[in-house]
């Protein structure tokens, strides 16, 4: 198991940028593929981001494609999601989650961080 504790949410208008980090605890964070999910109020979780442990692959949802861009970097045990052209309805909150398998579904990923608000204005 790895702890996982998010930072980077807050208020931004439409059109704008953030950038979400999430640090990790423990030597094997490196083993880990990561993800970031999101849940706005009254729907169910969903995949947002995925990289593979290396950082050599990435995945991601289809409404957030090109806006936003997963990273790591394993020396400093710490997952990135930068979120360009930000729109109204990426307003949630956003989790970060550890899998041993590099994977989109959130039941592979047996690790969470407790989330971070991300709202957007029009």
């Known amino acids: 198991q790895v702890q996982l504790v998010e930072s980077g949410g807050g208020l931004v208008q439409a059109g704008g940028s953030l950038r979400l980090s999430c640090a990790a605890s423990?030597?094997?964070?490196?083993?880990?593929?990561m993800g970031w999910f999101r849940q706005a109020p009254g729907k169910e979780r969903e995949f947002v981001a995925a990289?593979?442990?290396?950082?050599?692959?990435?995945r991601y949802a289809d409404s957030v494609k090109g806006r936003f861009t997963i990273t790591r970097d394993n020396a400093k045990n710490t997952v990135y999601l930068q979120m360009n052209s930000l729109k109204p309805e990426d307003t949630a909150v956003y989790y970060c989650?550890?899998?041993?398998?590099?994977?989109?579904?959130?039941?592979?990923?047996?690790?969470w961080g407790q989330g971070t608000q991300v709202t957007v204005s029009s």
């Open positions: 989650a550890a899998s041993s398998k590099y994977s989109t579904r959130f039941t592979d990923f047996g690790s």
């Open positions: 423990g030597r094997t964070f490196s083993s880990y593929a």
């Open positions: 990289i593979r442990s290396s950082g050599t692959s990435t």
